[in-house]
């Protein structure tokens, strides 16, 4: 059987598990066939700049449990990606001479949303590619869960934990403010495993009368502290109004820079003496070692990948579905994403458990 040539690159922003699913593509690859693995630096960039190397075998061993990623990423928006910039580059045209150039067979990209966007345009441009989910957001269409999701939801509860204790001792409100620009889905993971009081989430938008009325009742309950999981990409519920432009302008204008501090804001206002503080882990739900669910969830991504090139079956994008790993086609993913419903059934567990959703 010919050689087969993979190229390979991560995009965007990174996350845990990222190296564990390079590791198994690479190691199912070796095993299935007689393989070359190219690695491209930098996402799309190095796929446009033509930065790439042939690796060797033993340089995919010891990454299981290394966070981030050995190919380097960058964020490459895919509404430019058909615009011809100063430089002169057409990207699209660079990024298909760059594959033959490698004399690829293939290419697998291992992405959220904007990857499979411009990863869909490749396999429309007629480039043999394979997706591969990630992102700490869990936002991606088809598929139940990206790696990296289940290592940053143990990261923001572990943040949310440790919050709960000096939250009590002080009789505090703390507000701590999860990642997730456009979806909840980490905020309200996290939110319920840490026992948070309080959950808001981009889905739903928030009434603050609403947190007001829980902070009050928890207060009424002598439980003198209260934890709000608050994701990035909050709102309340006259924001939700605005376009995502004229909400960004008017924050700036009355000079909040995030959501959790206007929220401690406008809660220290209305509810006289009490202390209120911000607690922002931002790129640290990014960082370190992935979980033992997410090593084996990228192992699991790798291989199916493997699988797919072996059936050389391309423009599609692996998935979980049901708890069995398969795929959906890249063009039915692309563009789309996957929201947190308002009616879902986590939402309706949480607020049986008496979570106030500011709604
Ligand atoms: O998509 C993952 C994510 O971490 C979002 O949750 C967050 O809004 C964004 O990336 C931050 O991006 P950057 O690393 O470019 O600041």
Redesign the pocket.
């Known amino acids: 059987m010919k050689k087969k040539r993979i190229g390979i690159l991560t995009s ?4 845990p598990g990222l190296n564990a699913t390079i590791r198994g593509v690479a190691r199912a690859a070796y095993e299935m066939f007689d393989t070359e693995i190219v690695g491209i630096a930098d996402g799309f960039k190095g796929l446009i700049e033509g930065d790439y190397r042939t690796f060797e075998k033993h340089e995919f061993s010891g990454i299981l449990t290394r966070g981030g990623t050995i190919l380097g990423t960058s ?1 490459q928006p895919f509404s430019a990606m058909r615009v011809i910039g100063d430089n002169n580059v057409d990207k699209v045209a660079a990024m298909k001479a760059n594959y033959k150039r490698m004399n690829l067979d293939c290419l697998v990209t291992l992405g ?1 949303n904007g990857t499979h966007k411009t990863a869909n345009l490749l396999a429309q441009e007629g480039l043999n590619i394979i997706g591969l989910p990630k ?3 869990n ?1 991606i269409y088809g598929t139940d869960v990206t790696f990296g999701f289940h290592t940053a939801v143990d990261t923001a509860t572990d943040v949310i934990d440790r919050i709960h204790t000096t939250a009590a001792s002080h009789g505090r409100c703390m507000v701590v403010e999860i ?4 979806v909840g889905w ?1 905020t309200l993971y996290a939110g319920l495993a840490g026992g948070a009081d309080v959950i808001l989430l981009p889905e739903i938008p928030y009434n603050m009368d609403e947190v007001v009325r829980k902070v009050k009742e928890r207060h009424a309950a002598m439980k003198t502290f209260c934890i709000l999981a608050v994701a ?2 909050a709102m309340s519920q006259a924001e939700a109004r605005l376009k995502k432009k004229d909400r960004l302008l008017r924050r700036q204008q009355q000079h909040f820079t995030t959501i959790s501090q206007r929220v401690a804001i406008e809660l220290e206002e209305r509810l006289p003496g009490m202390e209120v503080r911000v607690v922002i882990p931002g ?1 640290i ?2 960082g370190g070692s992935p979980s033992a669910y997410d090593r084996v969830l990228a192992t699991r991504f790798g291989a199916h990948a493997v699988e797919l090139i072996n059936e050389n079956l391309f423009g599609v994008t692996v998935a979980m579905i049901g708890n069995t790993v398969d795929h959906n086609p890249l063009a039915e993913v692309a563009g789309k994403t996957k929201p947190v419903p308002a009616d879902h059934q986590m939402v309706t567990v949480a607020r049986r458990m008496g979570i106030n959703f500011g709604a």
Request: glycine share 24%; hydrophobic share 15%; aromatic share 0%.
């Open positions: 965007g922003g990174d996350c964020r959220g992102t700490i957001d936002d990642m997730g620009n456009n980490l990035e990409g790129h739900q990014r």
